[in-house]
């Protein structure tokens, strides 16, 4: 019943400085005792802990895909895939983050890479996940035993606690990348984890062109009567590239024809969403795709959280607060919160960008703000 | 500033009865003091106002299709379409709400027909409505501008206060069923109402295959970033038959699967919804498509309040209370509140039914009960 | 399996109108078609079931509380309150609709009438209740077994469902007004009725100061650990006069320090709400408290729904719509949908007006729109 | 246009472990490129960053409120409150995290004190906070120009982005609680801060007994008509013991009746909540005062998430996972996240504990779980 006498990891130190009281004896005295009762006084903490606007401890950067997929190549050889280690997963570490497995604060980003053959076992987990395909196709998600075509565009959200499995079903290793919200389950300390099957089932193994789930859920507009409510994440694990292609084409073709639909000339974007109540996909992440038109721009615009992109098809320019990149195919960046952000096609290809971001945590919390230079 | 002195509607006579108070001459006065002050107590009514269960004022009833499409098409060589009558609309009228055009306490249903080269007015109302077209094609619907082809299977909803207006840009006449919720809002006195222009305009006389609506709402699980939010109807203004129809037959292939999908085995059915929330197209009325196998039986099913059903396609037969009929293509019928329904496809065609009802506003007020025997 | 062969009530006749076919024997041979098919075209109806504005079926009206009074005694002395009748209440009848004991469309407003010693039998139904007592105590109604005391100026909301019964422990009869949405649940055909016990238990029939349920939820932004979630009504069955009085006159004192909190300068008014949702009591009724400074004025308003006033003290001057009354303590009026309603207090006494409306199903519905004249 | 070369942080090491690939000069390699491009493979971290259940960074810790307030007192002789340094606040800074000024990873605590006459400056900032007071009295907080009193067992929330300042109006200093999500926004980087008035108006520096707040919102069940509509955190500044008490009194009373209404036999609580949704005062921190009679004992209980106690009243033993603390007024101690919790009060007095906790984020995100032993 004796309180905790470990030695303090509180250090003060008593320094001249605007707002700061007058370094004294006194004051040594006072700051001991803080240290001996973990105490720590807020006048010499407010300007790191309540800054005027958010300054992120997130840097902005830049992977290269060729590289990101030389090194998954090179795991794929070297590292074997399974129980214990459970991924061939590889993720970006923000080079501002202490060298965590962190792409910003709140997210992680990773390629996963599967050989021929491969099976990547099974489990589940809190964190929300999903796969993204900038290329390649042959592996197949299983998801509590429905099989998931993976191919190139497609986009496939992995709400928390669903079991699911990975194997490749071609002759060719695969990469793709997954977007989860691991530091942030982190930080929150709210995370569970089970183990599955080390090896799912013959029945499993099947490699369907369309899910269970999609043949249930994929209809515009239209749900099963025999599911009703909101659910808190969409119950449909693909959003296909064919959809995604024809809702991005559409828009920018009734921008041409002057309806007001896209974020700004040039610019369209679609969000993926949960058809049960037309919110994000996932309670925690937000996922996008934009496409400019040839040499089109978007607005600049920062926002509290952080977000990552993968350029998906074609090139141009992109800025995030004073760092400006030429991007090409499988590119990945990543934007601190309230850093600026723009980005330009190329005057000769449009620019088709993946984004996935943090913004439900804020909007739930009513501590989203975005400003936007017109 | 004197109080209303117009003969009193009410009347109230002592009646010897269980539950009622003995007639007598002291009854009587106070009976007359009730009516002249304009009072009825509850004793007399409660019987009917408050009974152990919904006793709708409704009836079961059935209109056969080629009797409707008859009437109409003879509507069609007399009747003129313009400002005034607005609509060549023609009405289910319950044969036992008193002749009012009422399907049922809270429904209109109509068929509407439009001649080639036709134009139905442009004008808006406070009232939601919806077309579904099961059989023709050749009108577009004008809503703000946007023209939106009608075709055999497709489901039109309209939220309250759009402009609207239909032309029949075919060579022959075309015929489909419009709902509304006009019976509600006459009934809560909600309604407003205004005429727009006497004739669209030649750009709006365009027949695209697809409308804007559609290009910016139409893909499955996707959303314009540009429209945020979640909206009290579904700004999506068609939802296609080839939509619908792979939604059912692939629930069906699910059930013959195994996954517990359909509302029982051989039964598919989907809702109508709104992308921006996953709600009901509409704030009043709730719209389903649903699919019997060949053979194959619904359970039965009562609720709190009312539907009307179109058979799509197919044939079988289908009870409602103690009223059973044989029903074909187009045949339209009621469904009253409280009052049981089931349904049977013939042994050798899947029976397809159209089904419009009332249960959002039971939902939004806490008021639906459903009761399913299994 | 035959269809319906009842005589059909549907009425037809062309008639020589604007927005109406010429009258011509193949018009009257077609209205003959529509009669015998149970069919109303629109055109004939559309102007008074589609106006431009809501045009109430409900007339304006007042009630005086002594004519309502003396006749509820009446009553007292010659109608037995027992099983079957349920209660002694006599209901205001809108003259403007038929002689039907409905004081607007959607509510129910009567009298209840309690003679000392007397018990009205416990029973249960869906409709929303609700007591509001002008003047007197000495009645306890007992809710699922707990007794809550009644007193000039409470308010006690009573959701759908719940057991309730009332006993007279004192030695004088006892009046107060109920407030329900029978007529809603009558024409929405939803509801339920289940009697209970004829006479509550010994354990009931204690009159305490305060009832269980204000113990647990009577507390100021508090609520109990153990009931978490929204529930679709109050919890909290009595609204004290203490505490609405005390609300009236800090709203009051705060507009006279020139805080912007009033309705309108001298116009303070207070909801009564639902604790676990901050909405309104109940999910077909607003309930609220009015207090005119004396000489002061509302706003003009008029909105879609209806609504019953009464005085609940002071003296001042209404209008609705043409109709002015004075009026004083107890009497009760009403406010059709759409028509436009105003207050003043007499110069010397401030004027209370307890109002309740059926507003929550229009903003549940999305179908709510107010006018204020400024 | 190059990519940022900065030395990388990222270390990795092959060892020798289940679940680890084995160790060889490939792999040297391979984690040599992966350091180069700041990438961290999954599978050397999972253990640690995807734990089979929340195994949380912070510690179970006790601070003494003797301690804290002769600290509290000592600074307040020889530390000015001023621009700058803004608050004379001193933070819990948990024993496991690093020394930073968390009582929890998402939750600051702190004590602060104002000398007699002395003014805390006005700021706002997007963190919630609010002030609990468990001695004292005659500081008042002004919100928005609205001077709130504290006294003993007065909780007083204070929503994002309000101007506040102190003032202490009485001969005495004055020590209370602060709470605040300071790490959780410095964590989730959405933080914004202003400064206001050096020193607030002479009008301002009243000393009213009732907030303008309270007289608005401060009435059970009831809100002004005025203002509509659910707000993100409460509007009422003060929640008074008077109230709290009685409310836990009378919740105890009613668990002696026999009605199910406390936690567990003899364990009362009440959450503060916001009177316009009926949910928590504000969105990160949930707040809740809770009363052990006499002898009386918690369930054992764990939740995702974190909480800070203080000890409002009466003695009595905690358990925190492994460590036990008898506990005595003023006394504050944490409980990370998953961490089992349980209190009795010594058999001789009832025991009162403060509790504030981050819930509402897990429960806005759909990530709460609590286990309890019964």
Redesign the interface.
């Known amino acids: 019943?004796a309180?905790?006498v470990?030695p303090?990891?509180?250090?003060l130190k008593a320094v001249a400085a605007?707002?700061?009281?007058d370094p004294?004896p006194?004051?040594e005295?006072?700051y001991r005792?803080?240290e001996r009762?973990?105490?720590?006084?807020?006048?010499t903490?407010?300007g790191d802990?309540?800054?005027?606007?958010?300054?992120?401890?997130?840097?902005a950067?830049?992977?290269?895909w060729d590289?990101?997929k030389e090194?998954a190549a090179?795991?794929g050889?070297?590292?074997?895939v399974?129980?214990?280690?459970?991924?061939?997963?590889?993720?970006?570490?923000?080079?501002a983050?202490?060298?965590?497995?962190y792409a910003t604060?709140?997210l992680w980003a990773?390629i996963q890479y599967l050989m021929p053959g491969e099976n990547a076992p099974e489990h589940r987990?809190?964190?929300h996940a999903f796969r993204f395909v900038v290329e390649g196709e042959g592996v197949w998600t299983v998801v509590n035993g429905d099989a998931v075509r993976m191919s190139r565009g497609d986009f496939l959200p992995q709400a928390?606690w669903n079991w699911h499995a990975h194997h490749n079903a071609a002759s060719e290793p695969m990469a793709w990348i997954d977007g989860l919200d691991?530091p942030f389950?982190?930080?929150?300390?709210?995370?569970?984890?089970?183990v599955g099957r080390d090896r799912i089932g013959a029945a499993e193994m099947t490699t369907p062109d369309?899910s269970?789930s999609e043949?249930?859920?994929?209809?515009?507009?239209?749900?099963?009567?025999?599911?009703t409510g909101?659910l808190?994440?969409?119950p449909?694990l693909a959003?296909r590239w064919v959809?995604?292609d024809?809702?991005l084409a559409?828009?920018l073709?009734?921008d041409d024809?002057g309806?007001?639909?896209?974020?700004s000339p040039g610019h369209?974007?679609?969000?993926?969403?949960?058809?049960?109540?037309?919110g994000d996909?996932l309670?925690?992440m937000r996922t996008?795709m934009?496409r400019l038109r040839a040499g089109a721009a978007t607005l600049t615009r920062r926002e509290?959280?952080?977000s990552v992109y993968q350029v998906f098809d074609g090139t141009g320019?992109v800025s995030v607060g004073d760092?400006?990149?030429?991007v090409a195919r499988g590119d990945m960046f990543v934007v601190?919160?309230?850093v600026p952000f723009s980005a330009q096609a190329s005057p000769t290809t449009q620019l088709d960008l993946f984004r996935f971001g943090?913004a439900?945590?804020?909007e739930?919390?009513?501590?989203?703000?975005v400003q936007i230079d017109r």
């Open positions: 019943m309180i905790d470990t303090s990891p509180v250090r605007p707002g700061q009281p004294s006194e004051l005295q006072l005792g803080f009762e973990l105490l720590v006084p807020l006048w903490e407010i802990l309540m800054p005027l606007h958010p300054q992120s401890k997130a840097a950067h830049l992977w290269r590289r990101l090194l090179q795991a050889r070297i590292v074997p399974g129980r214990g280690g459970e991924r061939r997963a590889i993720a970006l570490a923000n080079p983050l202490g060298g965590k497995p604060p709140t990773a987990h809190t964190q928390g691991i389950s982190y930080y929150t300390e709210s995370q569970f984890f089970e369309r269970r043949r249930l859920w994929g209809h515009p507009g239209l749900r099963p009567v025999s599911r909101a808190p994440a969409t449909l959003y959809d995604t024809r809702a559409e828009q073709e009734l024809e309806e007001t639909c896209t974020l369209a974007a679609v969000r993926f969403t949960n058809p049960t109540n037309g996909v309670p925690t996008e934009h509290t959280g952080s320019v760092k400006q990149w030429d601190p919160s309230w943090d439900p945590i804020f739930a919390l009513h501590a989203h703000r």
